[in-house]
């Protein structure tokens, strides 16, 4: 269901409810307790449909936060990420420094993941979200204080 019939639904429930709300209000207590008691039971159908409606609309605004959140960090990393021999670094006045990402989830996904000395070895670095092997001779750490 897209987000827009969810709003819809809940929309018509509550619809739904405020009509019933409406006949019983009218019946006033001159109404058959049978219909009344059937009004009662729509009513309370209605509010709970709504309210079950809410929460999964609660679930996917969470999700696009999170989304969004994600979508910031990259735009902040974007302008000050650099390629340097298979791995991405952040820089200062252009030049890249610290610990590589991954190049790979830079690429695909804008995930800043660090690369990590694979267990036992030197010559290999890991990136612990994807998997991929780098030399760890392509993948330095650059000390900041080198470049000033
Ligand atoms: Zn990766």
Redo the contacts with the bound molecule.
Sequence with gaps: MSNLSSVAAVLRSLQTAQAVSKDIREAGFLGNKDDLRRSLADLSGSVSEAKMQLTLLQEVLAGKDQEIQKLHLALAYRGNMRRRGDGYYKTQDGRPYGQPY?S??WEHEQKT?HLHNKILSKEVRV?G??K?EYQAARTPYIEADVLV
């Design positions: 991954c790979y989830c993941i990136c979200h994807c991929n």
